[in-house]
């Protein structure tokens, strides 16, 4: 490692630093040798190695600390008494000493660590930790003195000095590549993923440099987007992104995560070039710097926080990539490799997931069409093909996920996967409507939802759900040889011998693999968290062998977003488990918790007052009143403190997408510029959490469907840069996010269109229908009205998730298009999920709380004022006509029978259509804290209902929701041809 681009005190430090535990270590080791059961000792030689690791680490020295950490792995083993201390491991032990203070003095006279041998110490000590004998005479380490001084460390003089934890080619072999004018890196053939432990400092210490780690990656695509656009500032940007890879690398280093520390070196050594004017920061060095990005956020997803371990990911091709523009100074070779090995994945993959499908979907038509008769002429033979492919991916990818689960049942993103894919095949067997194929995959969504959300060892599953699925997958076989009129070849026979066997074995990196292609097994398992399909987990497994994970990133966006629909994401991305509150909000809070027990101890003084009779007990009963009105508005601010530390900006969401438009841009062949506004707009946390996977399935929608190509632009008299705007704003006590673009726009009549050709909607529903309801079609499930299928923005479904996602968030989305203008969709959110204002209504002697921010105002009109308008009631409220329906009558209730002249009514809006709602009661306004219905009642799909809330008294009172309400009392017209308000409500009088 090269000092030149260091710190120099820094330096300085470390070098004092380095030589005062070094002294400390040698005559304690000798002293260990004559005490060899004081533990004290160990301790104080375990200490001063740990630092000496850390702080090398720190630096990037990785030569030294790759030795430091074995040493005080060693050390480790003497103190927890596993090994005994021997005359021959202090040898070892004095000799690795040696070695470090030569690497040490190298490093300061010369300016690199030297060609100091360290491999036969390392192995010794491997020996030795693995159990084997000590040698009697451990390695002599050369000195290093002779080798002559570098004066001015070159590049190349720096690379070669270099031995990183991730392994380089040997030089005869770097020197052939050289020669060659195609530049191809070859993995580490002694790669082990085996997990090993990271070593932390204190409670919370790796959850720290997580939330930091996630931080610096969001901060490098933004950098390095904003560098790919050329700015102003441009040295300046450098200079940022090269302090990021610093810090991670120290941060990596500290903890002993070598794969990372590694890599972000290896980056950081070429943007020093750049920023000294070496190199120009050109777009093939933005791509490959984004490449290592996408590696080092696949790194930071293989920590596991419960138990302080990491899954370690092949980083060698990347650093061997990185290594070669370093030396050679020339991004040519290296991009046509990503590009090559960029179309290579996406030929295999479009292969595995469309090709196949592609030859049943031209057999599907020509052959059962003709030959199935009048069972296949129920089903559209275009719906058939579609069935069929999603079916079989979903089949096959419950077989990899079962087969997955059976060697590590803990693996969270596999049983999110498997979910996913009952969960698509429910969807799918329902859209055709085979029910009872529906109901019993249904089943299988509930066990494996129970398994997930209990924490239950999910290898007690495994035995039941593998007897699930053989019936389930029977039962699908069995039904499409009906529709089709021929027998579905079992997709799963494929996986089993093909797939599954070559796919697992190549995780313990035992079989070099042929191809070269990306990411261990263990990468290909979180994919297909992302999507529902198989296919997405099939590619990246043979990936182990050959290609490190930049291509497994760049897959993993088109293929997140499928699941997203079906991100994600991404077991979507674990969730930060921190909040930055400012310490102002947290000073307020400790006053309000001083005024609650101040208010406390008037309680209990006012209690001790009644007890002993010292006051009437009039007077305490006002001192009580007194003393409720205070509580009541200290739990006001108390509430409302707590309520801004949860709030978070959307930019931690919106940061995102940048880096999301700019791969599908590239991707689609389309320009694509990204507009983001209101990013510093609040929500809390938790909704921030959820609304990210919803997002990128719209922005897709937008990029894929929305904007037309550059031809199709200039034709229609566009500019041939698209536009997608994403927006965050405030609205009344609830937040609204906007995706909108200048796209061709959805047309209702061809969405109607599509609709009845896919049996959503009878014509005559479809004549019914507005411009309004008729755009709102895209939300149900299976539909799509996209002329091609791309994997970018799915295979026609997931929209319906998404709206199922923002229903989950207590929220609405609104739809706006306009034919070659473009299409907006506003999702209207609450800016808590956990407390809102209620209007409390009583309807046939049950109470309900509407959302007071659905709620436009109340009234009481006079039945006589009711008048028919298209055969449904209605009233003219201030100039407006409004709609009118009994919310007994929708919710199924018994309606009263009273004839009452004067009726309550709620005026609810959805967006700016508004309804009036019948009730028997008018109550009070109030707080209430919403609970979810749970998975039981949710099984039963209550339409109107979104939560429930517990009274004062202890009863249980449920939220409507306004939205669906709205969309009921729609359904309930057309299903009516003389609707009447309800049997209670009297008929308005005849004029």
């Known amino acids: 490692m090269s000092q030149e681009f260091l710190d120099s005190e820094i330096l300085a430090d470390f070098f004092i630093e380095a030589k005062e535990h070094l002294e400390t270590i040698e005559p304690n080791l000798l002293e260990l040798e004559k005490s060899p059961d004081n533990l004290g000792l160990l301790n104080e030689i375990f200490r001063p190695m ?23 792995n060693i050390l480790d083993e003497l103190r927890q008494g596993s090994m005994r201390v021997t005359e021959e491991i202090m040898d070892l032990i004095l000799s690795a000493t040696d070695a470090l203070r030569t690497m040490v003095d190298n490093l300061e006279n010369n300016g690199v660590e030297g060609d100091v041998d360290t491999e036969p110490i390392l192995d010794q000590i491997e020996a030795v930790l693995s159990g084997e004998p000590a040698l009697v005479a451990p390695p002599e380490v050369e000195s290093v003195d002779e080798v002559a001084p570098v004066a001015a460390p070159e590049p190349e003089a720096e690379a070669q000095a270099e031995i990183d934890t991730a392994p380089v080619p040997p030089a005869a072999e770097r020197e052939e590549k050289t020669m060659t004018s195609s530049y191809t890196p070859q993995p580490d053939p002694n790669f082990d993923d085996t997990p090993y432990g990271l070593t932390t400092v204190g409670e919370g210490h790796l959850a720290d440099f997580l939330e930091e780690a996630h931080e610096i990656i969001e901060n490098l695509n933004r950098c390095l987007l904003t560098l790919e656009g050329g700015p102003d500032d441009s040295e300046e940007m450098i200079n940022d992104t090269f302090r990021y890879f610093h810090n991670l690398k120290g941060n990596s280093g500290i903890i002993g995560f070598r794969e990372l520390n590694a890599l972000t070196h290896e980056a950081e050594t070429l943007l020093n070039k750049v920023r000294k004017g070496e190199m120009e920061c050109g777009q093939g060095i933005i791509d490959l710097l984004l490449s290592a990005v996408d590696l080092i956020e696949d790194l930071v997803g293989k920590v596991d926080l419960e138990t302080n371990r990491v899954t370690p990911l092949d980083t060698s091709i990347m650093v061997q990539l990185l290594q070669r523009v370093t030396e050679e100074g020339d991004v040519a070779e290296v991009r046509d490799y990503l590009a090559s090995e960029r179309e290579n994945v996406g030929v295999s993959e479009q292969a595995e997931i469309e090709e196949e499908p592609a030859e049943e979907v031209a057999k599907e038509p020509a052959d059962s069409v003709a030959s199935a008769g009048a069972a296949v002429s129920e089903y559209d033979p275009e719906d058939i093909s579609l069935f069929v492919m999603t079916i079989g991916q979903q089949l096959e990818s419950a077989v990899v996920a079962l087969k997955m689960l059976r060697e590590d049942p803990g693996q969270r993103d596999i049983v999110d996967a498997l979910f996913r894919t009952f969960q698509t095949i429910h969807n799918s067997t329902g859209y055709m409507g085979l029910d009872e194929i529906k109901e019993y995959a249904g089943r299988n969504v509930g066990l494996v939802d129970q398994g997930r959300k209990s924490n239950m060892d999910f290898s007690l599953m495994l035995d039941i759900l593998d007897q699930e699925f053989a019936i389930l997958k029977d039962m699908i076989l069995k039904k499409v040889e009906e529709i089709s009129g021929e027998p579905m070849e079992d997709p799963t ?31 290909a398992v979180a994919q297909p968290k992302a999507a529902p399909a198989p296919k997405p987990t099939a590619p990246p497994v043979p990936k182990t062998e050959s290609k490190p994970a930049p291509k497994p990133a760049a897959q993993a966006a088109p293929t997140a977003s499928r699941g997203s629909s079906g991100n994600q994401p991404p077991a979507k991305p674990k969730a930060s488990s921190t909040i930055r509150v400012d310490h102002h909000k947290l000073d307020h809070l400790m006053n309000v918790i001083g005024e609650l027990i101040i208010n406390r101890n008037r309680y209990a003084m006012l209690a001790r007052a009644l007890e002993e009779g010292h006051e009437e007990v009039h007077v305490v009963a006002q001192q009580l009143t007194e003393t409720t009105y205070a509580m009541a508005r200290i739990s006001d601010d108390l509430q409302d403190t707590i309520m801004k530390v949860r709030m978070v900006p959307v930019q931690s969401v919106f940061s995102r997408f940048p880096r999301l438009v700019r791969d599908l841009s590239r991707k689609s062949g389309k320009q694509v510029e990204l507009i983001m506004e209101g990013e510093e707009t609040e929500f809390d946390k938790s909704v921030v959490e959820e609304i990210g996977d919803p997002l990128v399935h719209l922005v897709r929608n937008a990029v894929d469907h929305g904007l037309e190509d550059e031809q199709e632009r200039i034709a229609a008299g566009k500019k041939p840069k698209g536009h997608v705007w994403l927006r965050a704003y405030h609205k009344g006590n609830s937040v609204a996010i906007e995706v909108e673009d200048d796209g061709r726009g959805m047309d209702p009549e061809k969405l109607k269109a599509v609709a009845i050709r896919k049996g959503i909607l009878t014509p005559e529903e479809a004549n019914q229908m507005d411009d309004r309801e008729a755009l709102d079609l895209i939300f149900a499930p299976g539909f799509s009205s996209a002329e ?14 998404v709206k199922t996602n923002i229903k989950n968030l207590k929220g609405s989305v609104h739809t706006q298009s306009e034919v070659g203008k473009g299409t907006k969709l506003t999702l209207t959110l609450p800016l808590t999920l956990a407390i809102i204002d209620a209007l409390m209504v ?14 436009s105002e109340t009234t009481k009109i006079e039945v006589e004022k009711l008048s028919d308008v298209n055969k449904r009631k209605a009233v003219t409220l201030r100039g407006e006509v409004l709609g009118i329906v ?22 609810i809006h959805d967006n700016d259509r508004r309804l009036g709602l019948v009730v028997d009661r008018l109550l009070e306004r109030q707080e209430i ?30 939220i409507l929701d306004p939205h669906e309400i709205y969309a009921l009392s729609t359904q309930l017209g057309r299903k009516q041809e003389a609707a009447t308000i309800g049997a209670g409500l009297p008929a308005p009088k005849q004029s």
């Open 886 to 907: 009994e919310l007994s009558e929708l919710l199924g209730l018994a309606q009263t029978m009273d004839q009452r002249q004067v009726l309550p009514m709620v005026v």
């Open 842 to 855: 009583q309807v046939a002697g049950d109470t309900f709380a509407i959302p007071l921010d659905a709620v």
């Open 788 to 801: 091609k299928v791309t994997d970018i923005s799915g295979r026609g479904v997931g929209m319906d998730v």
């Open 50 to 72: 740990h630092s000496l690791k850390g702080a090398s680490g720190f630096l990037g020295l990785n030569k030294i600390n790759k030795l430091a950490h074995k040493a005080e």
């Open 929 to 958: 804290v919403i609970k979810p219905l749970g998975q039981y009642l949710n099984n039963f799909n209550l339409k109107g209902l979104s939560g429930a809330t517990i009274m004062g008294d202890g009863s249980v009172v449920l």
């Open 493 to 523: 026979v494929d996986v089993k011998v093909p797939a599954a066997a070559p796919k697992v074995e190549s995780t313990p990196k035992a079989e070099p693999a042929p191809k070269a292609e990306p990411a261990p097994e263990k990468k």
